[in-house]
């Protein structure tokens, strides 16, 4: 039999180890909402967001002088893509110096200065780890590829080839080739997931975790509020280095397809994330993960059974989503709802192409544009935007192979066009260099930025920024979006993608025309408790009146409905 005394230890040793595993911050609202579950998040990056020192590629103090203009569009966070030091193979994803900024960039003065202009404006700092590699010109491994005996030996994974001139195994990078590469230092391969230059760490070294859960202390202590946690999947390998079983057809670099089963997604994957939340929650951090899944409960092991790894795992799969259909996205957002987690929206980012261009048809680009944001910011979970979405920024893919810059695209011509299509410089005004440089832009700017711009935009009452705006202010202030559930009505629609955010007495109505035809909707929401006829208009593309009849709702090719339904 355990003492009662014991017993009583035991209870509040596991009810403190409860607490521990929960977000340290006071909830924001009384269902117990955290700040970053009702906040708007915003990538940005950085190579091509503001220049303020003119050399062509944006920086720090170009950041901090858009404070303003995030805080007008109503963004409480930004994540920005690396800003450490960097050889910049990766464009800032082969950190050299995780805890200082690449001169390009700035100073760490200018990283203090950024953060309290942001503070200033409520707009917090998100910083990006990249966790599963560094750069080969860090001086972890350079000391680790100086010689077998060195301290750092063991902090990258060095492995003898098969046989002469034969690497370990058959793994492949994902950026073309081997995924080995041999050393003459020490007559010895390196492992790399992504370019050579990038050699991945050994995490099973627990030196290898205190120094990288060190970083995000440092940074926590210089204010900023979490992390996005680079290419999570891949942290840990077979340390028996099987090989990965061949899969029929070839990549865009020419090589066998392979599944990755020996060196992506390993369970050790799910300590580290447990760890660096740990960290995270003694700074009342938030971390959000580069999460690619294929099914709901992938994504679901990111949180947690506990809710003790990352809060804030993207919904990648929502990327890949084709083409824009009610049923394809109807389906999709009640699998990831279902799943009981709070979701975390992704339309585009810097490796993918714009959602703006994934989806337009030349005829209703804008009107598209719209609808994608009518849609993710009204669902229940957090937006992450990326900048210039917006405006409705296009991709501008390289039209020749000389011209590219990012090095898979030079590898992967014509197959692999590189990233730089959705990396190009914000869109600020109608001015040359569309206002983010006078110097020469290190990416060519689309000649669309002449009617696509912040400056131009702003004054049009029915451009894609205004209607962001809108939308964003109604997510953020509205309480049934903030905190209503996701009930689909009309669910055999094909065209029209409608639900409803339902939250005590209210609920908002959001009418989303998929299609290239005006649509004439009638809705029946007494099944929902919701026996009115009419809905209150909040925010509609076609200018609609302050009323809507729901049984005879007319919405305009692509055109957006929101509006609000009250209990009778
Ligand atoms: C992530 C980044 C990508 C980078 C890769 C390697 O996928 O988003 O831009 O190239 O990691 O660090």
Redesign the pocket.
Known sequence: MLKPTLCILLIVVFLCSLALAQPQTAPVDAEGHQWWQHAVFYEVYPRSFMDSNNDGIGDLNGIASKMDYLKWLGVDAIWI?PCFPSPQV??G??VSNYVDIDPMYGTLKDFDRMEATGKTNNVSIVLDL?V??TSDQHKWFLQSESSKANPYRDWYIWRDGKAPNQPPNNWISI?GGSAWQWSGKTSQYYYHF?YPQ?PDLNWRNPKVKDAMFDVTRFWYKRGVVGFRL??VDTLFEDPNLHDNPVLPGKDAYGQANQERKYNTNLPEVMQVLAGLRTVANQYHGVLIG?TWTDTVEQLKRYYGPQHDRIQMPMDLAFTKLQPLSASVFRRHIANVVGSGEWPVWVMS???ITRAYSRFADGKHDDAIAKVLAGMYLTLPGTPILYYGEEIGMQNNNPKRKEDVKDPIGRLGWPKEKG?DGERTPMQWNDSPNAGFTTGIPWLPIPTGYRTHNVATEKKDPNSILNFYRQVIALHKTNPALLNGDWVPVNENDDNVLAYLRRYRDEAMLVVLNMSANSQKESFDLSQQGFSGNEAQTLLSTDGSASTAKLKALTLEPFGVYIGKVSRK
Do not use: G, W
Request: charged letters at 35%; a negative charge; zero cysteines.
């Open positions: 893509t990766d464009f994803y082969d990249v599963n590699h950026f992504f990038q680079d290419a580069e980012n810097h490796d990233r």
